[in-house]
């Protein structure tokens, strides 16, 4: 059985997706799926056993070059590697206007959410099947469900399962690193303060080394800014990729994130991580695995779901000025003595 998956972004988005692929493949073993993803989110279904080809699209830097000559040739080679074969199944688990259209290019029988559970409506007029999913659920439910109904089958009872072998990843860096802060959000009310970080990299550089990745120019700042606390212990990293990223954050001892993609891509990995939430509820889209812990800020506006601060509009937000560095860390550090305990009594 071919099936067309379409998930494009965003990371954690796509990350969201691999319990869903193998929920189908415990069901149907010779599946053979084939994933159209955002470029630069492409290293993340090879990761999966079940995904035999991955078709990358760059609809945001088409979208941002359309003058550009070059693009309508490679607009053409992606639309041909749609066509190249007949799907069973066309699954559109984006359930926006784009990844419908992208869905409508291919070759076999289209499903997708439902008018009442698409994210934009209109998607749905391009699916032959249309499937209600109900909103008020992780994330990650939602594309198990959505999996289950399209390829029939019942909903496993099991945790979701990523399938990701970590044993696969392998970069080294030029120093030792025991823990990740992951600081870079998309919105600025997700950030967690300065001081806080300076603070919480104070109390880690104690047991160990501590590594900063960044995405973005603000982000480099920043990390550089951070770890003056301690220029020995803490490590400004270079820039990576998500193969170097997921080998970083494979071999950590433990991580501390805000609410940013790569949080998502540590608890698919089993690393031991605090999540930091302030505008958002980890309810629906926060991270889920083994050894992941969600620190809520509480505000009477929570979850305000804004990237500026709708009290004080200003890009700090106050809901996340309750989580102390101290509370954080004693919490990454019960966590990290919880799975060394669970790991005695597997050996």
């Not at 084939?34 to 078709?55: C, L, Q, R, Y």
């Not at 696969?168 to 690193?177: A, L, R, T």
Request: glycine share 6%; hydrophobic share 40%; aromatic share 8%.
């Amino acid at each position: 059985m071919r099936l067309l998956l379409i998930k494009t972004s965003s990371l954690g988005d796509v990350i969201h997706t691999l319990p869903a692929l193998t929920d189908a493949l415990q069901h149907q073993p010779d599946l053979e799926c084939h994933w159209v993803v955002e470029e630069n989110f492409a290293a993340i279904p090879s990761w999966h056993p079940g995904v035999k080809k991955v078709i990358p699209v760059a609809w945001r830097r088409w979208r941002s070059s359309l003058k550009s000559g070059n693009v309508y040739s490679e607009i053409g080679s992606f639309i041909s590697q749609l066509r190249q074969q007949r799907y069973d199944v066309i699954l559109d688990a984006q359930g926006l206007l784009k990844s419908a259209c992208i869905s409508r290019l291919a070759h076999g029988h289209r499903m997708g959410l439902d008018f009442s559970s698409a994210r934009e409506k209109i998607a749905a007029l391009f699916y032959q099947r249309r499937l209600a999913v109900a909103k008020e659920q992780h994330a990650i439910d939602r594309l198990r469900h959505l999996f289950a109904q399209s390829l029939n089958y019942f909903l496993p009872q099991s945790t979701a399962d990523y399938a990701i072998n970590r044993h696969q990843f392998h970069f080294s860096f030029e120093n030792e690193i025991n823990f990740v802060f992951l600081h870079g959000t998309a919105w600025l009310s997700k950030e967690w303060p300065d001081l806080y970080w300076q603070r919480l990299i104070a109390l880690a550089v104690q047991e160990g080394s501590v590594g900063l990745p960044w995405g973005n120019e603000r982000e480099r700042l920043r990390a550089e800014r951070l770890a003056t606390v301690d220029p020995k212990r803490c490590h400004v990293l270079p820039k990576m990729d998500l193969n170097q990223l997921a080998a970083l954050l494979a071999q950590a001892r433990g991580v501390v994130s805000v609410d940013t993609g790569p949080g998502h891509l540590t608890a698919a990995l089993g690393t031991p991580a605090v999540n930091l939430y302030g505008p958002t509820d980890p309810g629906l889209t926060g991270t889920r695995g083994q050894y992941q812990i969600h620190l809520t800020g509480t505000c009477r506006k929570w979850p305000c779901k804004e990237r500026l601060c709708p009290r004080i509009n200003a890009p700090s937000a106050p809901c996340l000025s309750v989580l102390s560095p101290e509370w954080v860390w004693e919490t990454l550090t019960a966590l990290r003595s919880q799975k060394g305990i669970a790991n005695q009594n597997i050996a």
